[in-house]
């Protein structure tokens, strides 16, 4: 594996995180009713985990010598009214950035960085936990 393939990957992270802000930050700002009590808090609590998230990999990403993305996924973000639709929608998210940052574990691994590989599990370890809560959450 080059280097070159680590930060293609790092730069797939990056990407989903920065589409994460927005998608949260909307989710936010639209959610009515009585969940906005729980959900406003937790929607802006996951709009910033991930640009802490973002930050942290695009660190990586100038570590490497990479040049990080500008631009998010552009997987669209739905604008959706109900909770459980919101929800719905963020748990897609985050199974997908489970997904990517188990691949870049693997990556990481191989190419025996162990200082990269603590930041990244963290990172994988919070997107794992985002799952399961939201599986609990949408049912
Ligand atoms: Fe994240």
New binding site residues.
Partial sequence: MTAGHLIAKLNEALG??LR?INMYAHYAAYIRGIHRLQLEPHFTAEAN??MV??NIVRSAIVKLGGVAVTERNQTPIEHVSSYLDMLAESLKTEIK?AEVYGELMVMIEEAGDAELLDSIEQ?YL??VR?VEELRRLAE
């Fill in positions: 989903w995180e994460a985990e991930s998230h973002s950035a990172i919070a997107e985002s």
